[in-house]
């Protein structure tokens, strides 16, 4: 008797391969899913909040914003196409928005040609030029640039770019031309830093392929890294035009905030997200008034989701 | 322009019996990574027109010392070169020499086929057009005749306008041959350019390389020892950073004069 309890003693009692996890009850057999069903719940659950404040974001604009069209019976097409734009009831209203999407357009491209040169012209420079020097001193920089508020950007613009433009160009100084400038220049480290991050993804085998049939490397850069980098720069741009064309603040500080159509880069002018942030204020829930704003959003929103549309098949094409 | 050199080298011959003059004489090269001692005091002579092979276990030097005949190495910043290199008169690590033009006549084949992004004729007259090549002609010709050089012709000739990305791993790398081919260098050197190729490929290679050898003078790394000794006029035994055995391949593989040597090329070490 006492031989077998000592055998059993020294026997782990389930079976003799029993594990150091199974001794110490940490695992109980091959069936418990506990641990993956407590990860995978968290991971699901916050995939499906995103989803469902995507979708109702999405709804909820698009409900509101067709109201002019379905409840308060405003043209479509004229209200896309009209110039005309006035809230004041009395007096009168008229809803043409065709300004202030000319005006957010316009805004839009023209900081991204301002901002593309020096941004890629910057990138190049970070990522081919001063490799070392740009990744551990001009990187971090532009990160910061990145998180500045855009009210400071706009702060700059109402005290720098504003007065310049009144003494060089006449008029208030407030125009489409300053506007696009501060938007332009808030971009700059944005696309400058995504543009250096596409950069360096290019292998460096493609480099040395070039410098071996005798490329400089100015020619290195221009013929070889640039287009192999093609796609992710343009992503780069419009990422930064995104950024852009939703700016409310920034623009609403410097552009001057007319409802009238601009004639010229140089007449003050107003964007979709400016009018919105300007007039909401004086608007009560239900009126026409409020609704024609909320079409301006879904026209944003609209524009927003064919930029971000662009960017997913720039992806798609980079990747065939 | 030849260099008499005055060890008895000189007297050997290729294969065919056939003496080739010396195009590029190495001399007491010594290359530094930072303070690792890389290769150490090499002294060899690369025929013309005749494929030498630089054979030797991983980490041997061979490769670093490779990339330091077009001065590829000059984009590490902390590679360090001394000694001489001679070709056509000069010292190719001379600080004053233009990499660019020198890059032009030494081209350069690497381990990973990286063709460009780019279409299949785009790839073969870039090197023309970095050099200056308007003439679209020219470039047209040089086209066809490289592909045919390289033995791709039939294989592309309906599809030059594609990406070159979308071909084979070896196709890849026999365009990468032509590209060298481009500017007529009168070296290239190869760095393992089979290694990352199936057995079809490499024997493709291997065959493209010796038709070449007439009018080129070709410079391989090969981890393979069975490679060198099929192909390969003059073999070099590198180990640990030094050259230890340079002769004729039939010469090395057959009798070699040091021990390391005969380890090495008998499967005992690398």
Known sequence: MKIDKAVIAQTPESSPKSSLLREKGLMKGFIDHYSETRGKTIIYSSALLMIIAVVAITLFLTVQGLRSFFVDHINFWSFITGTKWSLDQTNGASYGAFPFIFGSLSVTLLAAVFATPVAVGCALFMAEIAKKWGQRVLQPIIEILVGIPSVVYGLIGLSVIVPFMRVHFGGSGFNLLAGSLVVGIMILPTVASIAADSLRAVPDSLREASFAIGGTKWQTIWRVVIPAAGSSIVTAIILGMSRAFGEALAVQMVIGNTFQMPHSIFAPAATLTTVITGSMGDTTTGSVSNDVLWSLGLILLVISYIFILIIRMLAKRRNA | ?270
């Open chain 2, 1 to 270: 322009m030849m260099i008499q050199l005055d060890t008895n080298i000189a007297n050997f011959t290729n294969d065919k019996g056939e003496e080739t003059p010396v195009q590029i004489e190495v001399k007491d090269v010594n290359i530094f990574y930072g303070s690792n001692h890389a290769v150490k005091d090499v002294n060899m002579p690369i025929h013309e027109k005749s494929i030498t092979a630089l054979i030797g276990p991983s980490g041997c030097g061979k490769s670093t010392f490779i990339r330091t005949i077009n001065r590829m190495n000059d984009l590490i910043p902390i590679a360090r070169c001394e000694g001489n290199i001679l070709y056509r008169d000069n010292n190719i690590l001379n600080p004053k020499i233009d990499v660019v033009q020198l890059r032009k006549e030494i081209g350069m084949v690497f381990q990973q086929p990286n063709p460009f992004p780019k279409s299949i004729s785009e790839n073969i007259q870039l090197p023309l057009k970095f050099a200056g090549m308007r003439n679209k002609k020219i470039l047209k010709e040089t086209t066809e005749n490289c592909l045919k050089e390289v033995g791709l012709w039939d294989e592309v000739k309906d599809r030059l306008d594609h990406s070159a990305t979308g071909l084979s791993g070896g196709q890849q790398q026999r365009l990468c041959i032509a590209r060298a081919l481009a500017l007529k260098p009168s070296v290239i050197l190869l760095d393992e350019p089979t290694s990352a190729l199936d057995p079809v490929s490499t024997s493709k290679i291997e065959e493209l390389l010796l038709r070449l050898k007439k009018d080129y003078t070709i410079v391989i790394v090969t981890h393979n020892m069975q490679q060198a000794a099929r192909i390969a006029d003059y073999t070099a035994f590198f180990y640990q950073g030094e050259l230890v055995e340079f002769g004729l391949t039939r010469n090395l593989f057959t009798h070699p004069e040091k021990k390391s040597t005969a380890d090495y090329i008998s499967g005992r070490f690398g």
